[in-house]
């Protein structure tokens, strides 16, 4: 069955670095999605993209974060300049339509350090 | 805005017993979707079962099954026979049907299972 594969499955970078996260999203799907989970709390919504471009973004989202997908597979989320929060498993999703269930990967555990 | 509340952080059951997982939200929309995931330990979440809001059949999925209350804003997961797979953690998702791009999530309930 196919798989939304998510790299590295875990990402250590210091504090003020640049990190990208990595994801191909299930090859037939049209809508990606990029899902965050601080330690001990909720998955949270961090920012959808459809047709090459964002549809929407949560407050967390700022001026930091920026999502691409640079060629017909991968859809990866980058961090300007991280800081201590942004420390968290980072989930990407796809689905094939706007309405239908949302498939995930296993998620990018990132440690800012 | 919306919000999803699992109450119980934790749970356990012996194996091929029962076990109800619960969950609760708070909308003032009348159609919108609701989901449990599954999300094995270092593995992605795995969609369990889904339920539209105007069904007021509720859904099943093998040894999965919901007990949707509309009026109550309840949607619990029953799992029956449960098996030593099924121990993971179980988030409740709420996404509404005007905006398909996100889903609010409730904090989770790691479900143990005792063989």
């Known amino acids: 069955e196919p798989e939304v594969t998510q790299t590295p499955s875990h990402q250590v970078t210091q504090m003020g670095q640049e990190v990208i996260l990595r994801c191909v999203p299930i090859s037939n799907h049209l809508y990606f999605y990029w899902y965050r989970q601080i330690l001990g709390q909720k998955v949270e919504f961090l920012v959808s993209f459809y047709n090459n471009e964002i549809s929407e973004k949560s407050e967390i989202f700022d001026d930091q974060f920026s999502v691409e997908r640079p060629d017909g597979s991968n859809f990866t989320l980058k961090i300007r300049s991280t800081k201590l929060e942004d420390s968290a498993m980072y989930f990407c999703a796809s689905s094939v339509g706007g309405n239908q269930p949302q498939h995930f990967g296993d998620g990018t555990r990132l440690s800012i350090l | 805005a919306q919000t999803v509340t699992q109450s119980q952080p934790e749970m356990s059951v012996q194996e091929a017993e029962t076990v109800t997982l619960s969950c609760t939200y708070d909308?003032?929309?009348?159609?919108?979707?609701l989901f449990w995931y599954k999300q094995p330990p270092s593995r992605q979440m795995i969609l369990v079962i889904r339920?539209?809001?105007?069904?007021?059949q509720n859904a099943t999925e093998n040894r999965f099954s919901v007990n949707f209350q509309k009026a109550a804003k309840s949607f619990s997961l029953k799992i029956s026979d449960s098996q030593l797979g099924d121990a993971a953690m179980y988030f409740c998702?709420?996404?509404?049907?005007?905006?398909?791009?996100?889903?609010?999530f409730g904090s989770g309930t790691k479900l143990n299972v005792k063989p």
């Open positions: 909308t003032s929309e009348s159609d919108y979707y």
């Open positions: 339920q539209e809001a105007y069904k007021q």
């Open positions: 998702a709420y996404r509404t049907v005007y905006n398909f791009n996100k889903f609010y």
